[in-house]
């Protein structure tokens, strides 16, 4: 069964950095493509970056210039580098991969940007 185990996230001030990882357990990881989502309070679950098993990479057009994913397929884990952040960054981030079926959500990472 795939495991996914996010970590990294805190609370920072707007402008601040902070770097999430997601290691997946049980899947055939390096030939998926997978992406980092997010949700806010109140709001739906969005996709906000993805990266191709070839380090192909999209984001939304919200994080881009501002954030990057990458991946270390030999230790089964993306990252997603946030930089600049802003207090719309506020969230819970999971990872998963970009296209159905997806694998059972893990519980995600609470990151919280103050102003």
């Known amino acids: 069964q795939v495991q996914l185990v996010e970590s990294g996230g805190g609370l920072v001030q707007a402008g601040g950095s902070l770097r999430l990882s997601c290691t997946v357990s049980?899947?055939?990881?390096?030939?998926?493509?997978m992406g980092w989502y997010r949700q806010a309070p109140g709001k739906q679950r969005e996709l906000v970056a993805d990266i191709t098993s070839t380090g192909s990479r999209n984001y939304r057009d919200s994080v881009k210039g501002r954030f990057t994913i990458s991946r270390d397929n030999a230790k089964n884990t993306v990252y997603l580098q946030m930089n600049s952040l802003k207090p719309e960054d506020t969230a819970v981030y999971y990872c998963?991969?970009?296209?159905?079926?997806?694998?059972?959500w893990g519980q995600g990472t609470q990151v919280t940007v103050s102003s």
């Open positions: 998963n991969t970009k296209v159905v079926p997806f694998y059972s």
């Open positions: 049980g899947s055939v990881f390096s030939i998926k493509t």
